[in-house]
Nanobody, 117 residues
Framework: QVQLVESGGGLVQPGGSLRLSCAASGFISGINAMGWYRQAPGKQRELVAT???????NYADSVKGRFTISRDNAKNTVSLQMNALKPEDTAVYYC???????????WGQGTQVTVSS
């Protein structure tokens, strides 16, 4: 079984920074894309950022220029550096990985990010 374990969430003031990390473990045979999604109360889960095995990145318009996604293929980890945080960034953030020939999707348990003064 594949496990994704997130860390790094918390409470931060507007304008502050947080770094989320996610480590994949278990029976892993070829992690393709990894990424971060978020879900705010009463809203659908939405893409935040993704990164391919080769390092190509994709960001939601709402986070471009503020968030940076990175991954370490040797360690099967992905991180999300979040700067200039806004209250609307408040959500549960989920790590995601697409693994194997059929891009099977796996999710972490989620980590809460709260931006508030």
């Amino acid at each position: 079984q594949v496990q994704l374990v997130e860390s790094g969430g918390g409470l931060v003031q507007p304008g502050g920074s947080l770094r989320l990390s996610c480590a994949a473990s278990g029976f892993i045979s070829g992690i393709n894309a990894m990424g971060w999604y978020r879900q705010a109360p009463g809203k659908q889960r939405e893409l935040v950022a993704t990164v391919t095995y080769g390092g190509s990145t994709n960001y939601a318009d709402s986070v471009k220029g503020r968030f940076t996604i990175s991954r370490d293929n040797a360690k099967n980890t992905v991180s999300l550096q979040m700067n200039a945080l806004k209250p609307e960034d408040t959500a549960v953030y989920y790590c995601n990985a697409k693994i194997g020939r059929f891009n099977n999707m796996y999710w972490g348990q989620g980590t809460q990010v709260t931006v508030s003064s």
